[in-house]
């Protein structure tokens, strides 16, 4: 009762029934349908006319706008790593370069040292033969001199024993067997 009064409350209050409105869908005769079929084929030709068409033009053109985009952006693509690679071989020539300008400095590097040890060795040798060549120049000149200081010692000591004088000649001679005789010792 109450789910009744509760509905009679709510269809009171409407301008038409639920009649009416069954009527206003389902129309009762053949005019109101055709006229009502009419408006609908105009509705739709409107909606296709004015917008269907645009809307489907507009869909078509951003299409086309995207498809010569992905083609732009695949072309774009193969140029970037037609760049890459040839950027890739240019990058490993100069890195073989570089290695073999290292290379090639180590071993500059390398004969300037044995250069440089050479010619150390070989100045070293020069002062070597020179230091030697002045220490046996010293030694003669100090032989030279210890010789000289033993043919005055023996001349002083032949004047003595012979208590002579003793000529030139023979103080020559006296001299240059002494001085064989201490080469020979």
């Known amino acids: ?63 086309e706008h995207v498809r010569e985009n992905i083609q732009a952006a695949e072309i774009s693509k193969k140029e970037m790593e037609e760049k890459l690679s040839a950027a890739e071989k240019e990058v490993e020539s100069e890195r073989l370069k570089a290695q073999a300008m290292i290379k090639e400095t180590i071993e500059s590097s390398e004969k300037m040292r044995q250069q440089m040890l050479t010619e150390a060795k070989l100045e070293v040798e020069k002062e070597r033969a020179r230091a030697l060549s002045e220490i046996e120049l010293a030694k003669t000149e100090a032989l030279d001199e210890i010789h000289q200081e033993i043919v005055e010692v023996a001349l002083d000591a032949s004047k003595k024993v012979l208590e002579r004088e003793v000529s030139e000649k023979d103080n020559r001679r006296i001299i240059e067997d002494f001085i064989k005789e201490v080469k020979e010792e």
């Open 1 to 63: 009762m109450r789910t009744q009064l509760f509905n009679n409350a709510f269809l009171t209050d409407v301008p038409f029934g639920p009649e009416d409105f069954r009527n206003k869908i389902f129309p009762s005769g053949i005019w109101p349908f055709v006229v009502q079929f009419a408006v609908l084929i105009v509705i739709i030709l409107i909606i296709v006319y004015l917008f269907y068409k645009p809307i489907k033009k507009m869909l078509n053109t951003r299409a």
